[in-house]
């Protein structure tokens, strides 16, 4: 944590800390508002959750071209207060009684339009801020925060949703993505924006991002193996939801603490993530991390209100565990082999490819939850996410201790 000296990526690590304690709220009150304000079904929080992640889908590709053209603070300073404006009317409407649906379905569609650019901007701000030899030990860091927030921050969102009600506990996300925008503004050094080409074309400069992304067989992979697993594990989370609010009674402060515990393998994870990498490999902490974690999803289906309940503490620390190492190893590759002027339209078309698969998930899991229950689906859900591991496995990134830097320019 030696690099909180630097003052600018201060700026942008307590941002970000604001930025995820919020979000942890948003995590359970989103679905807790529809299950226990609204009765929604099976399907319509399956169509909620896909909702939340579909403008990756619609308008990742533009996105990273747009920002490519912006200076990013900028962008991500826009997006934050546009996200709390957006959120802030949940506990109007349910304030004055007209809450529904329509409005949930609604706000989760700008949530995720406003995250879509702030997400490929942050992405794509770091190596703006910190040289490259630098970027694991600042992805590290910030992998510290969203863990410590997945620790801290479901249960205290689980006990403001029962104090608050779930559409007021929402107002303390609203502050976090205010006090985000308040401390990117704090940071002092500028990146130059892109020189405009007389000839300059969106749709020119989006392909040009896919061609690096998909032409790279390195980045392929690594689209394939985290599509995937986004794929089952979006059709899950609805899912698990329903499985401990509804089927086993719940109350939000239990909830969230039994979800916390994945906060508290994520610190772990990104406490050593540098050294796993260093031990094993990056090209085998990557693939690893998944391989060894995902199977720990086959503990969901078997979870009742009694000592069963421990293993949902087992699973979440196991997953929380595996992503840490494997989004810090796979990250900080993808930002080092990556030329500045591509920076924005690679990390728009990986989330384009890989959270793109979120919003399928989030309607499949919902159809299958109505038609074969949520267990059998839960079941289906840990099988999807365990294979995931084979893109990078079968690839040359299997035993690859140091993963390739590029020096490629773009034409």
């Given at each position: 944590m030696s690099i909180l000296k630097d003052r600018d990526f201060r700026g942008l690590f307590l941002a970000d800390t604001a930025s995820q304690l919020g979000t942890q709220v948003l995590v359970l009150a989103i679905p807790l508002a529809a299950v226990q304000s609204l009765n929604a079904s099976e399907f319509e929080v399956g169509l909620l959750a896909a909702l939340q992640t579909a403008a990756f889908l619609l308008i990742g590709l533009p996105a990273g071209a747009i920002v490519d053209r912006q200076r990013k603070r900028n962008v991500m300073i826009v997006a934050d207060w546009g996200r709390a404006l957006t959120l802030a009317s949940v506990p109007l409407a349910w304030w004055f009684d007209v809450l529904t649906m329509g409005h949930l379905y609604a706000v989760a569609v700008i949530m995720g339009l406003f995250t879509v650019f702030f997400d490929v901007a942050y992405q794509s701000y770091l190596p703006y801020l910190l040289d490259r030899d630098s970027l694991v030990r600042g992805n590290s860091a910030l992998e510290v925060v969203r863990t410590v927030s997945q620790l801290g921050g479901p249960p205290v969102s689980g006990w403001l949703i029962q104090w608050l009600t779930a559409p007021f506990a929402l107002l303390t996300t609203?502050?976090?993505?205010?006090?985000?925008?308040?401390?990117?503004?704090?940071?002092?050094?500028?990146?130059?924006?892109?020189?405009?080409?007389?000839?300059?074309?969106?749709?020119?400069?989006?392909?040009?991002?896919?061609?690096?992304?998909?032409?790279h067989r390195l980045l392929r992979r690594i689209a394939g193996s985290t599509g995937t697993f986004n794929l089952f594990w979006s059709m899950a989370n609805p899912m698990i939801i329903l499985l401990l609010a509804r089927d086993l009674e719940l109350t939000a402060g239990v909830i969230g603490l039994l979800t916390a515990v994945g906060g508290l393998g994520g610190l772990v994870g990104a406490a050593v993530a540098s050294k796993f990498a260093a031990k094993v490999g990056q090209g085998p902490a990557i693939w690893m991390s998944t391989a060894l974690s995902a199977p720990f999803g086959f503990l969901l289906p078997i979870v009742e209100a009694d000592w069963r309940l421990g293993l949902v503490v087992v699973q979440e620390f196991m997953f929380g565990l595996g992503v840490v190492l494997y989004n810090v190893t796979q990250l900080s590759f993808r930002q080092a082999i990556t030329p500045e002027p591509?920076?924005?339209?690679?990390?728009?078309?990986?989330?384009?490819?890989?959270?793109?698969?979120?919003?399928?998930?989030?309607?499949?899991?919902?159809?299958?939850?109505?038609?074969?229950?949520?267990?059998?689906t839960l079941w289906i859900c840990a099988a999807g996410a365990t294979?995931?591991?084979l893109w990078i496995y079968t690839s040359p990134m299997r035993t690859m201790r140091e993963l390739p830097v590029s020096n490629h320019t773009p034409q």
């Open positions: 609203v502050v976090g993505f205010a006090w985000s925008a308040l401390c990117l503004g704090t940071i002092r050094k500028r990146e130059q924006r892109q020189p405009r080409a007389a000839d300059r074309h969106l749709g020119r400069e989006i392909m040009e991002g896919l061609r690096f992304v998909l032409g591509l920076l924005g339209r690679m990390n728009a078309t990986m989330r384009f490819l890989v959270w793109g698969t979120m919003p399928i998930g989030g309607i499949i899991g919902g159809v299958l939850g109505e038609v074969i229950g949520v267990r059998n294979l995931s591991f």
